[in-house]
Nanobody
Framework: QVQLVESGGGLVQAGGSLRLSCVAS???????MGWFRQAPGKEREFVAA????????IYADSVKGRFTISGDYAKSGLYLQMNNLKPEDTAVYYC?????????????????WGQGTQVTVSS
């Protein structure tokens, strides 16, 4: 079983930056990982994903140019650098792992999830 633990969330003013981290432990066969977020009263949505095979990256249109996903496979670490944050970025952010080599936006493709970290952006 894979355990994923996120950290780095917090309260920041609009225009500010945060860097989220996710560390994986346990028996992992992850070939790609992603970040998702869920705002109050809304469905969980895709943010960004990365493949450990080839390094392919994909982003949601709403975060392109502001967020950067990266990872360190050897350290089982996944990161999300978030710049120019907006109030609409406020949500609980989750990391997730998938056995698929090609990163995907589909939630059901991710088998393991972290507990989430809260990001709040004030206007």
């Amino acid at each position: 079983q894979v355990q994923l633990v996120e950290s780095g969330g917090g309260l920041v003013q609009a225009g500010g930056s945060l860097r989220l981290s996710c560390v994986a432990s346990g028996r992992t066969f992850s070939r790609s990982m992603g970040w998702f977020r869920q705002a109050p009263g809304k469905e969980r949505e895709f943010v960004a994903a990365i493949s450990w095979i080839g390094g392919s990256l994909i982003y949601a249109d709403s975060v392109k140019g502001r967020f950067t996903i990266s990872g360190d496979y050897a350290k089982s670490g996944l990161y999300l650098q978030m710049n120019n944050l907006k109030p609409e970025d406020t949500a609980v952010y989750y990391c997730a792992s998938s056995v698929l080599m090609t990163p995907t936006t589909a939630l059901h493709s991710y088998a393991d999830w972290g507990q989430g970290t809260q990001v709040t952006v004030s206007s």
